[in-house]
RNA sequence: GCCCUGAUGGCGGAAUUGGUAGACGCGCUGGACUCAAAAUCCAGUGGCCUUUAAAGCCGUGCGGGUUCGAUUCCCGCUUGGGGCACCA
């Protein structure tokens, strides 16, 4: 009887559907566990074979907890609100809606065919109103919330008026509270509300028509259509994700991340620890505080010149009537400049003279003050003092204008570069002098304390999310603008739900595509044009799954309480400083409101490696249509094409589908080698452009889904990125033809009830300990190495036991489940083996009776042993070529015990 | 420039974390079964020396070190991949 898997995968695929196999209810009898994918953004190409690898990876845990009896979550959905669709859209005029619908049903065919075992019952879409409602609902919390940092969290709006009316808060009395208009107070709010509106230099994308986060923005171009992206001052909705950021990297330490996720976060996160320092300054014979940010207290005797951010507040101010010109010049300089220019110019050094001077607040020494695009306006106060000693990029400035550079480290040569290093003995230095660069920091901050003339600050790189995008196709924000003030929807109004359009473009006069529509108003006030980006819907989503029909809570408590977080998490790593911090802060704010039981989203994750492609070359020869082989292509001028994969087998081309393949290669020459045609290759992205896609499709057509899962995950390391290769898959769909007639025999099938042996027991029990360790471990590849093993080692035996081949057929289940179904139904059980019981490990079938041999050392590095005339002396010589660590070995006549386990080395130890 | 990660046969990758390097799979070579092919099965397969065999030597990116013993630990490099990059 031959495995058949296109009839065993349909019925099983279609049996788990009809009987709803997965489907998972909250159970406090048994314990959860949470794994979760990424959820996909449904593209219209479909997938590829390195899509699924993180679902399969994560189906093998999900199924594997099953067996071990955890009451497993393990959900799927779609993050459908994004850009290609509305793209698409605006050429094509197709609603987004219809675009999407259409991938999502082409990406849940495909996910099918592999056989997942999520509860389909709890799928979620961001683009559906009814899961939208809740990114709303979140966004009105946010908006009617403040970080109240005497607690470190989140608290009602309402608490800090209250603090505005009774005892005043920071710079607003009550008086003043009392006195002010409707406006101002929106106004003086704003300041405080998670979610608020502000005026920011924003990334704006001109080509895209809308503004993009940090995240969303590479090397000075957007990461989606790649545009040229400019920085521009607008008001924006955004998200103070930076009132969490001490929070954000100090509970990275409790999560089961990789170190280098972790440290990416870290990175983008970016704490330092350093002083706030107030510097009086004249302008003009005005006098003005100017507080700078610096982490190098200690060198407030080095300081040379003063420089301001060109976007920064204080330049007006600080700019002195007799330079205004040049000032003004230099600032329309700056503003011309693109991101990309100013990335990629990062070496000139550009500035110029304010007029003004700066009091240093410690050696009261009078120092220009100069205005330069190297320092930023976003980060600390956005003016700094400067010590071109000692940091390289004031160097390179007072170098450039001639500024004077006094060394305050003994020793620093600063005659070529700046000295950086946190090293060596001040100078220079006044009460400093002597410390080290170490005690010098402290000594200098706990100086500025106590002369009131500065204070310690932490600052964090992490800016605030800007909330608000120019765009169609995501959630509008339920707020509209009463007498011109941001006032939020009533919760009953919610999911606030997109209009109709005629046209995705943005409105001719510029404003975003929201403003085409009829009547986008609320109770007679217009609302809100912009749509929030594409982190909102997917931010929450998790929390989502654990109750998804659920019209009154984003999770009901119950819900919440049971699942509580994800306990596995599968994606990839290009989501580390997007979706994972707005994810985590999300979460945080929903938990300091009490809506959430757990901190942190997510305990454990993993990022899986790209799979590559494996693209194949041929070799034209310059002028020509002939082609020459691998081999011999040096003897000519040839150019490297790109060719099909499908029509090369074991990088030989097939001359016949080469001819076929374009027209302009019908009659194409070839130089061959031994009568082939060798193509070369390379490993590539995977891509169309490169020939080189592997559809999942046309694997399971061809080998199956139970061969398509096995080989993703045979390929290597979950981690490591690696490269397709197609030819590799005979090996693993030979494994489960060979696994099917350990059941099976020619005229059907055939396992027996007969007692199975020690040796078969050692098999067996040995396969059931590794594999629980590896998947423990997500080392899949190597328990798939363990099964090739054992189920040779079955074969040979002849052994057709179900005291064997019934906890192995469970063994298979969660990497190749279609054939274990299928195999389980035939050993008689009426349901599915998703129910089963993981085997349980005996340790005692695998162990050898240990023999004890002594042991001399003879002095060459080398053992002789003394046998009983009963052992195999030439096994145990074999053996024996290791020594206990621990032992001493003095003299070359020492006698030692050894144990050996027959072709094993256990242990040597001194007798 | 800074921070993470990797580097092992023709290829993907193993190695109980200091103890027989190259498991398992692909590919390749030879053989069996076939009229033939496919499928399947068996054997071999890191390199060098050798007619063969035995034995030996060399081998985990490079150079040192620790150790009886290093793919594994330490120091110094080379190099692939990823991230950050005027963050004061």
Redesign the pocket.
Known sequence: MDYDFKSIESKWQARWAANKTFRVVEDPAKPKFYVLDMFPYPSGAGLHVGHPLGYIASDIFSRYKRLKGFNVLHPMGYDAFGLPAEQYAIQTGQHPEVTTEKNVARYREQLDRIGFSYDWDREVRTCDPAFYKWTQWAFLQMFDSWYDPSLDKARPISELVAKFETTGYEDVTPAQWKAASEKEKSDILMRYRIAYQGETSVNWCEGLGTVLA??EV?DGLSVRGGYPVEQKKMTQWQLRVSAYAGRLLDSLEKLDWS??LK??QR??I?R?E?TEMVFNTLCDGRELPVTI????ADTIFGVTFMVL?PESDLVEALTAADHKAEVAEYLKYVKKKTERE??A??KTVTGVFSGSYGINPVTGEKVPIWIS????AG??T?A?MAVPAH?S?DYAFAKKFNLPIVPVIEGADVSEQSVDAKEGVMCNSGFLNGMSVKQAIEAAKDYVEAKGIGRRKT?Y?LRDAIFSRQRYWGEPFPICYKDGIPTPLPLSALPLRLPEIDSFKPSPDGEPPLARAKDWTWDGCPLEKSTMPGFAGSSAYYLRYMDPHNDSALVSREADEYWRNVDLYIGG?EH??GHLIYSRFWNKFLFDLGYVCEDEPFKKLINQGMIQGRSNFVYRIVGTNKFVSLGLKDQYETTEIHVDINIVR?DRLDLEAFRAWRPEFADAEFVLENGEYICGWAVEKMSKSMFNVVNPDVICDTYGADTLRLYEM????LE????W?T??I???S??L??FWRLYTDRDGFAVTDEKATPAELKVLHRLIGKEQEDIENF?F??T??AF??AV?ELSALDCRKREILEPLCVLLAPFAPHIAEELWEQLGHTESITNASFPTFNAAYTVEDSVTYPVQFNGK?RFTVDLPKSAASAEVE??V?????T?K?VGDQQIVKVVVVP???INIVVK
Do not use: C, H
């Open positions: 940090n995240d590479k170190d280098s440290e990416m990175n983008w970016g330092s350093g940010f610096t982490t190098r951010a100013r990335i110019e990062t695009e190297y320092v930023l980060y600390g956005g700094i940091d990029r600052n790189r790593t580390a400083t074991n045979f390929l290597g390391p490591q990125s690696k490269p290769d030819k590799g005979d090996g693993v030979r494994f033809k060979k080392s590849n190597t798939i190495s090739m093993i040779n590095m074999a053996a070529r290791g020594m206990e660590q032992a070995w072709g094993r080395i």
